[in-house]
């Protein structure tokens, strides 16, 4: 009957774990799809260089032929091994999964063919918009698909430093050491394709997380339907900051809450209609984490 309890229990336990990570694993595999398609099809056709890992691993293939799939999981499984002690178990595991989808994708898609492209400039456009988009939806799981980022979160932990502004730097150097391979004009392409995909993700990563922050004042009396309002009809949680005018002296109620961008015209149109006397403060919130909208354990 024990052990009964406990194959229940941990395969009730094992059934959580699997819901609650499948999002990582679809956003990922997506990901890392879209990234692949965006090397394989618009990059290694056009001998443009790349950055981190991939730059290297590229410069190898069109030097010695050397395949890129071998030489990105070869280099990802020493990054792994040298910061694996630094980094949580999760962010290792799904990381490890993500080299391996990486290096598969690569050797499985070498012979896509995609219609060819004469404008160079807009061949660096496409290859930075989608290898951002890749990357960024692998990002929003709270995983990374290896090189660089692995040594940026490990020196991140061990050291406590930022060490974002020094990718920038490695970057341009692998990109730079392309030159004698490809020539300056895919060397500046490669720049462009470079800046295009650092804009995507960012916006990639912006987008999942955008929403603004409220601030609604108004009279004490006007406090509880206000709230009312936010938590029942929104949906959202909210706080409560007693306040005084600074001209008046009278007592007012602060409601601060997070909205989604449609909320918070809802609720901009609640308050013209019934409360046109309160004040509303919206401002940008570039990134919430709790209850409710980005996880802990994602970070």
């Excluded at 050397?66 to 040298?82: Q, R």
């Excluded at 400039?121 to 692998?138: C, D, E, Q, R, W």
């Excluded at 030159?179 to 720049?191: A, D, H, P, R």
């Excluded at 005084?244 to 809802?266: A, I």
Aim: net charge positive; hydrophobic share 45%.
């Amino acid at each position: 009957m024990d052990i009964d309890f406990k194959i229940k229990y941990f395969y009730q336990k094992a059934l959580i774990h699997v819901k609650n990570e499948f999002s990582t694993f679809f956003f990922s595999s997506l990901g890392i799809l879209i990234y692949t398609i965006g090397v394989i099809g618009f990059t290694v056709p056009y001998h443009f260089p790349d950055s981190g890992v991939m730059g290297i691993a590229l410069i190898f293939k069109y030097t010695m032929g050397f395949s890129p799939a071998l030489f990105t999981l070869l280099a990802n499984a020493v990054l792994v091994l040298w910061g694996g002690r630094e980094l949580s178990k999760r962010f290792i595991l799904w990381t490890i999964y993500n080299i391996i989808l990486l290096s598969f994708l690569l050797e499985a898609l070498s012979g896509l063919k995609l219609p060819h492209i004469d404008d160079m400039f807009l061949v660096s456009v496409a290859s930075g918009i989608i290898k951002g988009l890749g990357i960024g939806m692998v990002f929003r799981t709270g995983t990374c698909s290896g090189g660089l980022d692995i040594v940026t979160a490990v020196l991140r932990k061990r050291y406590g430093v930022e060490v974002g502004k020094y990718g920038f730097y490695i970057n341009t150097f692998i990109i730079s050491a392309s030159y004698g391979t490809v020539g300056l004009e895919k060397v500046l392409f490669g720049f462009v394709a470079t800046y295009i995909s650092g804009q995507t993700l960012d916006n990639v990563l912006a987008s999942f997380d955008k929403r603004r922050l409220i601030f609604v004042i108004s009279a004490k009396e006007d406090e509880a339907p206000i709230l009312k309002y936010v938590t029942e009809e929104l949906g959202r949680g909210a706080t409560i900051i007693e306040s005084r005018g600074g001209y008046t002296g009278e007592g007012r109620t602060n409601v601060m809450c997070l909205l989604s961008p449609r909320q918070t015209m809802e609720l901009k149109r609640h308050l013209a209609q019934s409360y046109p006397k309160s004040f509303m403060v919206v401002s940008e919130a570039s990134e919430v984490l709790g209850r409710g909208f980005k996880r802990w354990k994602n970070i």
